[in-house]
T-cell receptor, first 112, second 115 residues
Framework: GDSVTQMEGPVTLSEEAFLTINCTYT??????LFWYVQYPGEGLQLLLK?????DKGSNKGFEATYRKETTSFHLEKGSVQVSDSAVYFC???????????FGSGTRLQVQP | GAVVSQHPSRVICKSGTSVKIECRSL??????MFWYRQFPKQSLMLMAT?????????EQGVEKDKFLINHASLTLSTLTVTSAHPEDSSFYIC???????????FGQGTRLTVV
């Protein structure tokens, strides 16, 4: 069935370090892919998305490229900040469905 | 982005009692609302989808008599956990969307602890 696998956390980095959070998906159709972020005490917010193969979503210095051949959508940022500390969720919505399928979330802790 | 308010953020209840969680879209009309549940270190699992004025559509394995969902208006959906048991302790999150193929916005989540 449909599923998302993302790396377990917590991921602890120093400020200005490079970030990668891996995400792979299993879907039956042609999904749209998303990264959501949840800051402490807040709801999930859409960070970026990509709707077709080879699309690159980007926002706030974060990027992810829709790789259909490897069914992946890895999140990257070149230089993290303390304010990026949050939980990051990879998700997709498959063709014909309306609800998102989520990964388990990865907690990122950035230390000054 | 649009705001979805979920209340309460935390609730502790005794086993056998019922708990109601509210999800409100504050600045848009939500034709569709989704309810998710998250166990520790696991994915958000979709429980049900509700459209305003219609009965909710529950995912396989979710007990509709235990998790009562009401979507009586375009700005409010409620999830009632009836006769709660400790195994119902979890993190519940709602999501609301104005129309099909538009972005869904999420509430802050509710941490339910049944003792």
């Amino acid at each position: 069935g449909d599923s998302v696998t993302q790396m377990e956390g917590p991921v602890t980095l120093s400020e200005e370090a490079f970030l990668t959070i891996n995400c792979t998906y299993t879907a039956t159709g042609y999904p749209s892919l998303f990264w959501y972020v949840q800051y402490p005490g807040e709801g999930l917010q859409l960070l970026l998305k990509a709707t077709k193969a080879d699309d690159k979503g980007s926002n706030k210095g974060f990027e992810a490229t829709y790789r259909k051949e490897t069914t992946s959508f890895h999140l990257e940022k070149g230089s993290v900040q303390v304010s990026d500390s949050a939980v990051y969720f990879c998700a997709f919505v498959d063709t014909g469905r309306r609800a998102l399928t989520f990964g388990s979330g990865t907690r990122l802790q950035v230390q000054p | 982005g649009a705001v979805v308010s979920q209340h309460p953020s935390r609730v502790i209840c005794k086993s056998g009692t019922s708990v109601k969680i509210e999800c409100r879209s504050l600045d848009f009309q939500a034709t569709t609302m989704f309810w998710y549940r998250q166990f520790p270190k696991q994915s958000l699992m979709l429980m049900a989808t509700s459209n305003e004025g219609s009965k909710a559509t529950y995912e396989q394995g979710v007990e509709k008599d235990k998790f009562l969902i009401n979507h009586a208006s375009l700005t409010l959906s409620t999830l009632t956990v009836t006769s709660a048991h400790p195994e119902d302790s979890s993190f519940y999150i709602c999501s609301a969307r104005a129309e099909a193929d538009t972005e869904a916005f999420f509430g802050q989540g509710t941490r339910l602890t049944v003792v």
